[in-house]
């Protein structure tokens, strides 16, 4: 018997609409005009199609549509717990897992949906044992395992606030972003293992509860990597370990709509980095949609039996926050913790595709700057074992280069062939021929979504996001404040979305808030991004619009400068700025990575001008060119352009760039050398 054609996330979307609404639209962009004009029926439908559940009422969907400060379903009640856990007994009858994980070490765990619910439950209890209260912030300093997802779900549970940082950041970057909030307990561990070493912790979370004086509490994750013991208040076997009458009873709270689910941070390129406060309703919403847009199904639905999905992130970048979601969907979450190229002194940047490999994996995620790499070194695919249920790549963080994105579907092709899969078209969630589709998307920490990225329906051009996600109303505006296509312009979103922040932590008269994206344009948001948006709605972002290159006139985005730069295989990595400043002529220094072995001679030189005059205009040809040994990226793995441009503008490193909140702020004295040179020079 012939398995039914599978049928994708956004089509099954539509035709809900069209049975129960209704609305039969005859393109996607007639679709997503509808759902950026009526935002009432737009988000009515996406809360009714995704089963929200809430114990009373909305009076209204948008009460109020201003920006910032819209209000939401107003009478609902919610919880983020709610909408996991309701897909334990479906799933686990299914037999399907949780969460599948896998650590360096290899050892992998698999937790069912019921020892979710249970331990969840029992964490909840804990805490509020602890004396953790609905409106409470709770701080975990946590890595990437089922521990701190069971963490969040039990904070939710409660109503309390979660905030997550990262262990590889350091001591006083977790203590930036902590203090702010004030929070009444730390979850932290006491040791992890990255990069093939291990890392003892228990010094930093000394430190950290040394600078939390409102952290009333330790709840303590134990390690066999620490090095001495730590004192605490209840450790984490204990505190999950229940399973009494009580732990089964436990139901979550329901929760104002608008009640904060969690605190996310931007990156703090300089000064404190900013606490973003978001909402338990609105996060719920954004995942509904962005799984409409993933094309990511539950693990026990017949369309998408068995749905295994992996975006590998640190719980330091909102992508985490992304992978969580899964659960919300009702697939199986499948993360590992741990370094994806085995380790910088050793780099292998094939684990993770035997990662995925090994455990079935249906949707693969990754920066896009991960899969640049693993072109740059080499990876096959076809090696790292069978990779023929693989059949979305998911890309984010950066731009993805057309090359890469074609490297990536030939590695795919490759693979599933060795795997004795030969698709016919459109027989898969892949593309033409049996290419996987690429989930690209753009979106951010901000309002922990997209505004541009994938439509499982609509053809790809690699190089760019299919559209924009329905409900953002996403604009490319040029220097007066209007709408084009076909040209680069400002980013935009001229109507309000459920997930935008509540407000920053802490920030009296929104004054921090309305500066970071209503100051250029009041009640639009304006989100920092270079965006154009084609003909057919196809999207390319262009790098940051406080980052542009600017060439007699001509203005760039830098993206399209590493697209030329970095095809190059000698080329491992590159950054450039335009010193162009209040009037002062544009000075553009290309800084490069290049391969062991290739040195930065003339040759070298002639090849990557003639690039970027092959690729772009000779416009944009360096006026010098740098052989450096890193760039510098933030711990979410952006490049510091602006720190870089305002260092070699003069200003002192200390006031342009946190180096707590760098991945690798050791190669800051190369750039400040530099900047002293360039200095002497002038004087």
Sequence with gaps: MTAPAYVPQIRLFQNWLRDRRGLVFDSYDALWQWSVTDLHGFWQAIWDYAGTQSPTPHRAVLADRRMPGAVWFPGAQVNYACEVLRHVEPAHAAGMPAIVSENEAGEVREMSWPEL??????????LKALGVRRGDRVAAYLPNIPETMVAFLACSSIGAVWSVCAPDMGTAAVADRFRQIEPKVLIAVDGVHYGQKALDRSAVVRELRAQLPTAEHLLLLRTPHAAEPLPHD????????????????????????????WIVYSSGTTGLP???????????MSMALSQIHYDLGSSYAANSFGERFHWFSSTGWVMWNAQLSGLVAGATCVIYDGHPAHSKEQ?????????????????????????????????????????????????????????????GSAQMQEAKLAAGLVPKPGALKGGADGEPWWCNIS?????????????RELPEVPGQMQCRFMGAAVYAWNENGQAVTGEVGELVCTEPIPSMPLYFWNDPGNARYLSSYFDTYPGVWRHGDWLKVGADGGCVIYGRSDATINRQGLRMGTSEIYNAVEALPEVLDSMVVDLEYLGRD?????????????????????????????????RFLPDDIFEVAEIPRTLSGKKQELPIKKLLLGQPIDKVVNKEAM???????????LAERRAQAAA
């Design 234 to 261: 209840i450790d984490w076997t204990t505190a999950s370990g229940r399973d009494d009458a009580e732990v089964a009873a436990f139901a979550p709270e329901w929760l104002p709509f608008d009640h904060p689910v």
């Design 586 to 618: 544009s000075y553009m220094p290309l800084f490069v990575v290049l391969r062991p072995g290739v040195a930065l001679d003339e040759a070298m030189r002639r090849k990557l001008n003639d690039a970027i005059r092959a690729s772009l205009s000779p």
């Design 443 to 455: 979106g951010g920490t901000d309002f922990c979504g997209a505004f541009v990225g994938g439509n």
């Design 347 to 407: 780099p292998d940047w094939s684990v993770l595709w035997r990662f995925v490999a090994r455990h079935g994996v249906t949707f693969f995620g990754a920066g896009a700057a991960y899969f640049s790499n693993c072109m740059k070194a080499g990876v096959r695919a076809v090696d790292c074992g069978d990779l023929s249920r693989v059949r979305v790549l998911g890309s984010t963080g950066s731009p993805l280069a057309e090359e890469v994105q074609r490297w």
């Design 663 to 673: 991945a690798n702020p050791g190669c800051l004295g190369w750039y400040v050398a």
């Design 274 to 284: 900013k606490p973003i406060v978001h909402g338990q309703g609105g996060i719920l």
């Design 117 to 126: 619910q249970r331990q969840v439950a029992s964490v909840a209890l804990s």
